[in-house]
DNA sequence: GACGTGTGAATTGTTGACAATCGTAGGTGG
DNA sequence: CCACCTACGATTGTCAACAATTCACACGTC
């Protein structure tokens, strides 16, 4: 336990601070991040800092260059979504696919979790939270069908198009269509109809 | 410069040197890889193995488990195949198209280079290097389009088929068709011809 | 004023030491 | 014989210090 609350495995607890303000914008993509000035705000050492950082810049994040440090990565162009979405729907419907026969009432009750949360992230209009609620969600379908080379792609893929996540939730008019369109999926799940809740992904996937 | 020849900047050596054993079987699915073991054979310290090893984990080569360090990921299952080829298709043609009207003769003198040594590797049967170069010249169209989301979606990718790639060159009667392919994917490319070179790409992957 | 060179501060990369955790082996009790 | 507990060695996670590199600034020269 660190002065700043933070506990052993501290890599994974600062990649996921750091990726926050990133995706907030507290982090200017071109900015330099310095693992001293890291180190300093986090009060830890440079070591797990440095796996952090090593971790942003797999997920593409953030870009590294030997001996400089690393820059945020800029913001990736609208233009790759007309690119990711045919991929995340080839991903994700084969993924529920793969589980939908054996989906099983933990299941249930991890979605409806979700959901609760996802609600209430509506009602308050934390946008950081309904992006990461959207994303959990969507990486549960990855995490249950069992395929870890799924679930890696999966992940980098959402990486990089995070803030096209977060600035389509902040279009929205009513935020709580957020929480009703992974509703109807859930919903559509328990009526157990494959081809319905495959379609129904899709559409959510966009 | 280490006793073993590394030189400042060890993670990417390191973990380049760990993906190739990983890939050429000297290191079992299942087996545990000890941060001190490394260490010692790669005569660094414990530091830059550490930073390695989270990269490997991010590629999916390695699953970590926190206290309990990493393990080497099992290979994909062959079924992946079918997902990933079309994902494949998708990524590298949109890269191709992005850049294929600004081809200019650095390019090209690039492709040689890697060609060159494609056909060396292919004579001497040598299947680490086929692979390696293989995919460097894939990735050399990743590069070019210049778009870091679709790199890191691109080596993710990758990452995970690497053994599909091994397994597919050994199986070939001829090495030799390895080099004729890519030789022929950059003929069209100096034709100029882009449609033609797309429809080359797509069924050199596979 | 423009360009080149040198210096030093800040930072990155690596190392070795200490603290914490885990797994295994052995001992004890029921 | 089996279950539980404890101890210990090996390893992981983190820290602070040292070495190497980069960049910005100041100064000198043309």
Chains 1, 2 share one sequence.
């Not at 820059?71 to 162009?77: F, G, I, R, W, Y």
């Not at 991890?110 to 946008?127: R, T």
């Not at 939270?129 to 379908?141: G, I, W």
């Not at 389509?168 to 269509?177: L, Y």
């Amino acid at each position: 336990m660190t002065a700043r609350g933070l506990i052993r495995g501290l890599r994974e607890q600062i990649a996921n601070q750091l990726r926050d303000d990133i995706l907030s914008g507290r982090f200017e993509a071109g900015a330099r991040l310095s693992e001293t000035m890291l180190a300093d705000r986090f009060g830890v050492s440079r070591g797990p800092i440095r796996e952090a950082l090593v971790q942003l810049t797999n997920e593409g994040m953030l870009v590294g260059k030997p001996n400089c440090g690393v820059v945020v990565a800029s913001a990736a162009p609208d233009s790759i979504r007309e690119l990711i979405v045919p991929i995340r729907r080839t991903v994700e419907t084969y993924a529920l696919r793969q589980f939908f026969d054996s989906i099983t009432d933990d299941d249930f009750a991890a979605w409806e979790e979700l959901l609760e949360q996802m609600k209430k992230a509506c009602q308050k209009k934390d946008y950081n939270a309904t992006v990461e609620l959207d994303v959990a969600f969507h990486r549960s379908l990855l995490v249950r069908a069992g395929q870890p080379d799924l679930l890696a792609i999966w992940q980098t893929i959402v990486a990089r198009i995070r803030m096209h996540f977060r600035q389509a939730h902040m279009k929205m008019k009513d935020p709580m269509r957020i929480y009703a369109e992974h509703r109807a999926i859930v919903d559509v799940f328990r009526k157990g109809d494959k081809e319905a809740a495959v379609r129904m992904l899709e559409v959510n996937i966009e």
